[in-house]
């Protein structure tokens, strides 16, 4: 057996895969400037053995795998205790001298397979709790994937990438000032993408986003050890990674369904290679004043006025109840396909006026900030609601035993200055399965921290399969959904029973 | 610091986890065995990976629907390839002995065969390839390439398995484990499940290292392929 190494490390992996792919990582020497000795122990916890060429240093790394959940790990030490809500897939933790661990010191995930649609919401609670706790955090995922048949036989058409995860990740990454990275995958899907003229990010072949996050990850393992001012930054590394993202983020968020007029016209689309360097500088030094403006997480509610649309969200009559659709939505909702009447009417509602000269749909333009408004057109989860007097007015009228205080949260004369940041959640599928609703909330913080503030935030759920009993689920704070609900927001309404609750 | 210390930091406890993560390392560590699947607790669904007896390339299925109760997803798919034959081991693996079921092998097979209105896998198509193991993947154009483990040219044989973690699982002393009971156990695992491969395991000592009880139906034993999984064990062996 090799003699004593000088550092000991834990990769505690969700099961042995994961720990494996953490180390095929380290042993990509040039990326990783690690040199692989040897393997020692059981053979299906060992421990890896490596030299740091920069450093002269040997270097040991414990597989230890299926850590469990957060609740009953099968390691005598749990990582995740007062982070983590969730249990990332890798996570990696120093050895001290005592024989206590360090705090992470990075977190991998590895997805093999693109989520869909909402799906992609679910691991942003993770991203949240690594950037809180100033962990790294590299989401590992496909460029692209495809979509069968219900029977997988099919192939019907590819899955893209959510730009709001993107753009949510980058904006984790400037908020905290700590990693937050989407790497990308190479995948044969891509190549069968490209030939199709399906669409992908420029220059989507030479991305090299694995080979960066090793180089950043083992710096950040490095400086854990040696000290930031011993080691020379990975600056290149994290440029290219942020900028891989910001190509994703510019190629998807005006597409499809997922146009995103704030993110499009935003200045580090405009111009990303500016926006890297200086989302490098940011992360890795911790300060960079002078180009503010390109920051994602910058985005305030003016901006958000200016450039957002007019909001729009759909409402099943299978799945909600008829109050919530016509007393609550449909004021909220603006519909391009209505009549001018209606449009007048619902104008009207939020204190708009149209002049002679002008058509309800140009004065919509000039007055967002007067209307719900959200940052994705067609369908969309949020609207920002700067007229807090109407709104209250509408909420007072579809749920008429709210108390005072609930409604003076929405709106009162002495404050309410600042704009409510307005989630109307689904919540519960009729199976029950809040999934993936939960993770609406931390998605819309990682896009928008400054705006998704708890003491702006109202949730109103309104799936008509919402337990009577939600209040006290929520007060057992044992429930993933409603523990986000109470994370995230100061204002919480449930329609099945007409009833709210306002959230310290 | 000192490894010998760290190496005692040991889990609370193995179970079906402990199983599947010493199969998958005993088989990666092997040459001529190739882990076409593995999934232990916790992993999501990945891929399928069996190499091509004729052009030795490998064939990904990357995605299966749900297994209708007819079928049961391995945990874990070992490959041995002999000439034009194609072996495959497909191993249900299981917290303990207690877990086994009387259809397994028949469940097992049905995944690949499949059975009544569930299409198995072998009836599905592959998407891609690869020339170097899966380190890069081609898309098949070519429908007919995509079900290219029904060539007629080659032979499959299927077997089944059944794994689990000896109760109790931990042994201080390695003495109090008892040998022949297990392998009664074992014997009779093999009869009643109707598979042709039971392996049984535990951990020992300071360090939790595993042991491993295997035993083989008359068909499988007397294969090439039985001959390799028992070398593969065998420094997992009591």
């Known amino acids: 057996m090799t003699s004593n190494p000088d550092f000991i490390f834990r990769i505690y992996g969700d099961n042995v895969l994961e720990c494996e792919l953490f180390i095929d990582w380290l042993k990509q020497n040039l990326f990783s400037q690690l040199k692989f000795l040897e393997e020692v122990g059981p053979i299906d916890?060992?421990?890896?053995?490596?030299?740091?060429?920069?450093?002269?240093?040997?270097?040991?790394?414990?597989?230890?795998?299926?850590?469990?959940?957060?609740?009953?790990?099968?390691?005598?030490?749990?990582?995740?205790?007062?982070?983590?809500?969730?249990?990332?897939?890798?996570?990696?933790?120093?050895?001290?001298?005592?024989?206590?661990?360090?705090?992470?010191?990075?977190?991998?995930?590895?997805?093999?397979?693109?989520?869909?649609?909402?799906?992609?919401?679910?691991?942003s609670k993770r991203a949240i709790n690594s950037a809180r706790s100033q962990i790294p955090y590299f989401y590992v995922l496909p460029i692209i994937g495809w979509e069968r048949d219900s029977e997988g036989i099919e192939l019907?058409?590819?899955?893209?990438?959510?730009?709001?995860?993107?753009?949510?990740?980058?904006?984790?990454?400037?908020?905290?000032?700590?990693?937050?990275?989407?790497?990308?995958?190479?995948?044969?899907?891509?190549?069968?993408?490209?030939?199709?003229?399906?669409?992908?990010?420029?220059?989507?072949?030479?991305?090299?986003?694995?080979?960066?996050?090793?180089?950043?990850?083992?710096?950040?393992?490095?400086?854990?050890?040696?000290?930031?001012?011993?080691?020379?930054?990975?600056?290149?590394?994290?440029?290219?990674?942020?900028?891989?993202?910001?190509?994703?983020?510019?190629?998807?968020?005006?597409?499809?369904?997922?146009?995103?007029?704030?993110?499009?016209?935003?200045?580090?689309?405009?111009?990303?290679?500016?926006?890297?360097?200086?989302?490098?500088?940011?992360?890795?030094?911790g300060k960079n004043d002078e180009k503010s403006h390109y920051r994602l997480d910058n985005i305030t509610a003016e901006y958000f006025f200016k450039n957002g649309t007019t909001f729009f969200k759909d409402a099943q009559t299978k799945t909600t109840s008829l109050n919530f659709r016509e007393n609550v939505i449909a004021k909220l909702n603006w519909k391009p396909k209505a009549t001018r009447k209606q449009k007048e009417m619902w104008l009207d509602t939020w204190g708009v006026k149209i002049p002679s000269n002008e058509t309800p749909?140009?004065?919509?333009?000039?007055?967002?900030?007067?209307?719900?408004?959200?940052?994705?057109?067609?369908?969309?989860?949020?609207?920002?609601?700067?007229?807090?007097?109407?709104?209250?007015?509408?909420?007072?009228?579809?749920?008429?035993?709210?108390?005072?205080?609930?409604?003076?949260?929405?709106?009162?004369?002495?404050?309410?200055?600042?704009?409510?940041?307005?989630?109307p959640l689904y919540g519960y599928k009729p199976t029950g399965d809040s999934r993936p609703d939960r993770g609406l909330l931390p998605a819309l913080f990682s896009l928008f921290p400054r705006l998704v503030t708890k003491k702006n935030t109202f949730v109103l759920v309104y799936s008509i399969h919402t337990p009577p009993n939600w209040e006290k689920i929520l007060n057992q704070n044992s429930n993933e959904l409603w523990n986000v609900i109470k994370e995230f927001s100061g204002l919480l309404i449930v329609d099945k029973t007409k009833s709210g609750v306002l959230i310290k | 610091m000192n490894l010998d210390k760290i190496l005692q930091y040991v889990p609370l406890s193995h179970g079906e986890h402990g199983v599947d993560s010493v199969i998958h390392r005993v088989i990666n560590k092997n040459d001529v065995l190739h882990e076409a699947y593995c999934n232990p607790p916790g992993a999501s669904w990945s891929q399928i990976v069996i190499k091509d007896s004729l052009s030795n390339k490998y064939y990904s299925w990357?995605?299966?629907?749900?297994?209708?109760?007819?079928?049961?997803?391995?945990?874990?798919?070992?490959?041995?390839?002999?000439?034009?034959?194609?072996?495959?081991?497909?191993?249900?693996?299981?917290?303990?002995?207690?877990?086994?079921?009387?259809?397994?092998?028949?469940?097992?097979?049905?995944?690949?065969?499949?059975?009544?209105?569930?299409?198995?896998?072998?009836?599905?198509?592959?998407?891609?390839?690869?020339?170097?193991?899966?380190?890069?993947?081609?898309?098949?154009?070519?429908?007919?390439?995509r079900y290219w483990i029904n060539d007629k040219s080659q032979k499959i044989i299927l077997y089944t398995g059944f794994t689990y973690a000896f109760n109790p699982e931990y042994y201080n002393d390695l003495n109090t484990f008892g040998k022949d009971k297990s392998y009664r156990e074992l014997n009779s695992l093999l009869d009643e499940s109707h598979v042709d491969f039971v392996l049984g395991m535990g951990w020992y000592g300071r360090k939790h290292n595993p042991f491993v009880m295997h035993t083989y139906s008359d068909q499988l034993s007397k294969t090439k392929f039985g001959m390799a999984l028992k070398v593969g064990f065998v420094p997992l062996e009591i």
């Open chain 1, 156 to 285: 019907k058409s590819p899955r893209y990438q959510n730009a709001s995860i993107t753009f949510g990740q980058l904006s984790l990454s400037t908020f905290y000032k700590i990693p937050s990275f989407q790497i990308y995958k190479k995948t044969p899907w891509a190549a069968h993408a490209k030939k199709l003229g399906h669409t992908l990010p420029k220059g989507f072949e030479n991305f090299q986003g694995i080979e960066s996050a090793i180089e950043c990850a083992c710096y950040f393992i490095r400086k854990s050890i040696y000290g930031e001012s011993n080691l020379i930054k990975p600056n290149k590394a994290v440029r290219n990674i942020i900028s891989e993202m910001l190509s994703v983020g510019s190629t998807y968020c005006d597409f499809s369904e997922t146009s995103m007029p704030i993110h499009k016209s935003h200045p580090a689309l405009l111009d990303t290679s500016s926006a890297s360097e200086y989302f490098s500088k940011l992360i890795l030094d």
């Open chain 1, 361 to 423: 749909d140009t004065v919509i333009l000039k007055n967002k900030d007067k209307i719900p408004t959200t940052y994705k057109e067609k369908k969309s989860e949020a609207a920002l609601i700067n007229n807090r007097k109407v709104f209250r007015q509408i909420i007072e009228k579809a749920y008429p035993n709210l108390s005072q205080d609930i409604l003076d949260w929405i709106y009162s004369n002495k404050k309410s200055d600042e704009p409510i940041f307005f989630i």
């Open chain 2, 62 to 145: 990357d995605q299966i629907p749900r297994v209708p109760e007819c079928a049961k997803r391995p945990d874990s798919i070992i490959q041995y390839n002999d000439g034009k034959d194609i072996y495959l081991l497909a191993i249900e693996s299981k917290q303990k002995s207690s877990d086994s079921y009387k259809d397994m092998a028949k469940t097992l097979k049905n995944f690949f065969f499949g059975s009544g209105s569930y299409a198995g896998l072998f009836k599905r198509p592959a998407w891609h390839y690869s020339l170097d193991k899966g380190k890069s993947w081609t898309f098949i154009n070519n429908e007919q390439h």
């Open chain 1, 45 to 123: 916890r060992p421990i890896l053995i490596f030299e740091d060429i920069l450093k002269h240093k040997i270097l040991a790394f414990h597989m230890c795998p299926f850590y469990g959940g957060t609740k009953n790990s099968i390691w005598p030490n749990n990582p995740l205790v007062g982070i983590f809500d969730e249990k990332p897939d890798v996570l990696l933790v120093q050895v001290l001298e005592n024989d206590t661990e360090s705090k992470p010191l990075l977190v991998v995930e590895f997805d093999d397979a693109l989520q869909a649609g909402n799906q992609s919401w679910q691991r």
